[in-house]
């Protein structure tokens, strides 16, 4: 069974830092995009950010640029966001997703695999 197991939310002040882990368990998603979702109450589901399988793309929603760095290290099969100076709207439920496939994409219908989430919850 494929799993993406998000760790590292957690409650931090606001201007604080983060790191979100994500491990897929169950098979490898090396060669596939990996991205991060976000959805606080009451909103739909948001871009974050996204890296191809070797880091030579990296996008990033509007909202976290300049503040949040997606990075992966396949040989750990692993997945990270580091969040740095956060704000009270960062406060979500922060998702992992495998895309389909190696192509570049932001749009969430094109993630196939999805971690159970992990909150994160920026306090002022």
């Known amino acids: 069974q494929v799993q993406l197991v998000e760790s590292g939310g957690g409650l931090v002040q606001t201007g604080g830092s983060l790191r979100l882990s994500c491990a897929p368990s169950?098979?490898?998603?090396?060669?596939?995009?990996m991205g991060w979702f976000r959805q606080a109450p009451g909103k739909e589901r948001e871009f974050v950010a996204a890296?191809?399988?070797?880091?030579?793309?990296?996008g990033y929603g509007n909202s976290v640029k300049g503040r949040f760095t997606i990075s992966r290290d396949n040989a750990k099969n692993t997945v990270y966001l580091q969040m740095n100076n956060l704000k009270s709207e960062d406060t979500a439920v922060y998702y992992c997703?495998?895309?389909?496939?190696?192509?570049?994409?932001?749009?969430?219908?094109?993630?196939?695999?999805w971690g159970q989430g992990t909150q994160v919850t920026v306090s002022s």
């Open positions: 169950g098979r490898s998603f090396s060669r596939n995009v």
């Open positions: 890296t191809t399988w070797d880091g030579s793309i990296t």
């Open positions: 997703a495998a895309a389909r496939s190696a192509t570049y994409t932001y749009t969430s219908n094109q993630y196939a695999y």
